[in-house]
Nanobody, 124 residues
Framework: QVQLVESGGGSVQAGDSLRLSCAAS????????MGWFRQAPGNEREFVSA????????LYADSVKGRFTISRDNAKNTLYLQMNSLKLEDKAVYYC?????????????????WGQGTQVTVTS
């Protein structure tokens, strides 16, 4: 099991940038694919992005492709999400999650550990 703590959320204007971080502790962060999800009020939680344990593979939801970048630093046990050109519809609570597997393709179905979330608010 890995414990996950997100940070970096806040309130920004449309067009601004934010970088979210997810600090991991516990078992074998560096051998697990990781991902970001988000949930807006009244909506189901949705996939945002995923990264393989080695950083060699990444996936993005179409809604964030070209604006968001996922990365990780295994030496620091930290996952990042750089969010640029933020839109009103990006407002949500963002969660990081750890898969039980290596590949980024496992994240959407097989995440076993979740953080508590960090709020991102985008205003016009």
């Amino acid at each position: 099991q890995v414990q996950l703590v997100e940070s970096g959320g806040g309130s920004v204007q449309a067009g601004d940038s934010l970088r979210l971080s997810c600090a991991a502790s516990g078992h074998a962060f560096s051998s697990r694919a990781m991902g970001w999800f988000r949930q807006a009020p009244g909506n189901e939680r949705e996939f945002v992005s995923a990264i393989a344990y080695s950083s060699k593979g990444t996936l993005y939801a179409d809604s964030v492709k070209g604006r968001f970048t996922i990365s990780r630093d295994n030496a620091k046990n930290t996952l990042y999400l750089q969010m640029n050109s933020l839109k009103l519809e990006d407002k949500a609570v963002y969660y990081c999650a750890a898969s039980a597997y290596y590949s980024e393709s496992s994240v959407q179905q097989d995440c076993s550990d979740w953080g508590q979330g960090t709020q991102v608010t985008v205003t016009s």
